[in-house]
């Protein structure tokens, strides 16, 4: 693993026996010895810890930030009140996505969160398109802990009791030991839960005084997958990307009513055309549930067929595993309009044989979150 990035939790993440792997240009851990499955059981019944300091954080400051950043993304920044945070995309001129990222409102800056892999890419386009008073700030010296479960809130609310005012997508500024974190309510799990953003020097001893409390394990990238697949979270490189648009994604449901036809500020930001003229006809495919038949998951890269023989592939599966929480495999991908009512049925191409899958709703999993 020579010329992989370390977090600043490296080497807490060895004295727990942690399995590492290579991911986004880090040494991350995969597992523990509790194993993938009973940390996404774990995690689904009291609280998992996960690091996630590879991830990008950017400060943007300056004159009209939430307006020079909206013409980005195909949301509504500018009507964002201070603190609260909003998913978007960066998309591109053609409607496709660049990489997706949460956008916080902290008064009188807007902090971002953006994909590891994606990272570098972001900064330069953020250079490249936002006018030259906004100011931009990546952040190398904090770390990233998200807490996910039922049992956060009471978990997190001994070292940081302002949590417990806190509902889903807040965002808020408290104190730990005399240094200042920045903790958002959300996560990537569909548990209730948080992130929280605190200097590297203070993250060791905040992650073990997690750590100390009986309600919380470590969880590694392998669990945070099957979690992410149960709630039906797009990842960015499989789900999404500059192939897909929005629409496509299902991803309607991040694109308010000012920035569609008729609101506003409709458009206004790259590939709006395609974006806006899906949003009123209908993408031609689209991201689906799919549960396959039996207990052998289909994974990225299956193909899918609306029939048992013959015939070209109509789509692919861009997601898929073992859902501990159900028992059962479940995928995600994308299929034409015709095909993708709950309940029907497709094909997807395992090992020279054709298995039936049926597509289902998502999320597979209803979520937690703490309206």
Request: charged share 25%; glycine share 12%; with cysteine.
């Amino acid at each position: 693993m020579a010329g992989l990035q370390h977090t600043v939790l490296f080497d807490l993440h060895q004295s727990l026996g942690a399995k590492m792997v290579p991911f986004a240009g880090y040494e991350m851990p995969v597992q523990y010895p509790a194993g993938v499955l009973k940390e996404h059981q774990h995690t689904r019944a009291a609280a998992g810890l996960f690091d996630v300091s590879h991830m990008g954080q950017i400060l943007l400051r300056g004159p009209d930030v939430a307006a020079a950043l909206e013409a980005l993304v195909p949301v509504d920044l500018q009507g964002l009140p201070e603190g609260r945070q909003r998913y978007a995309m960066f998309t591109d001129e053609s409607g496709g996505v660049l990489d997706d990222l949460m956008v916080a409102n902290r008064g009188d800056h807007l902090f971002l969160v953006v994909n590891a892999a994606r990272k570098a890419a972001d900064l330069a386009h953020l250079r490249e398109s936002l006018p030259e008073s906004i100011q931009i700030e990546p952040l190398a010296d904090r770390a990233l802990i998200a807490l996910q479960g039922p049992q956060a809130e009471l978990a997190l609310a001994r070292l940081l009791p302002g949590v417990l005012e806190m509902r889903f997508m807040d965002v808020a500024t408290l104190d730990w030991e005399g240094g200042a974190v920045w903790v958002s309510r959300s996560g990537y799990t569909g548990e209730d839960g948080f992130e929280v953003s605190l200097p590297e020097a203070a993250a060791v001893g905040f992650a073990r005084a997690l750590l100390a409390m009986e309600e919380v394990a470590p969880v590694g990238l392998g669990a945070r997958d099957s979690l992410r697949l149960e709630a039906g979270l797009c990842l960015y490189g499989h789900d999404i990307d500059t192939t897909t648009s929005p629409v496509e994604a299902g991803l309607t449901w991040a694109i308010q009513k000012v920035r569609r036809k008729g609101g506003a500020r409709e458009g206004g930001f790259p590939g709006a055309e395609r974006i806006l003229r899906e949003l009123s006809d209908g993408a031609a495919r689209q991201r689906v549930g799919l549960i396959p038949e039996g207990r052998a998951p289909m994974r990225e890269g299956v193909e899918l067929f609306d029939q048992e023989k013959g015939g070209d592939p109509v789509g692919r599966i861009t997601s898929g595993g073992f859902a501990p929480s159900l028992e059962h495999p479940v995928a995600m991908g994308y299929l034409p309009k015709a095909l993708c009512a709950t309940g029907s049925r497709v094909y997807g191409e395992l090992r020279g044989r054709r298995l039936p899958v049926t597509v289902a709703a998502l999320p597979f999993r209803p979520a937690n979150y703490r309206k």
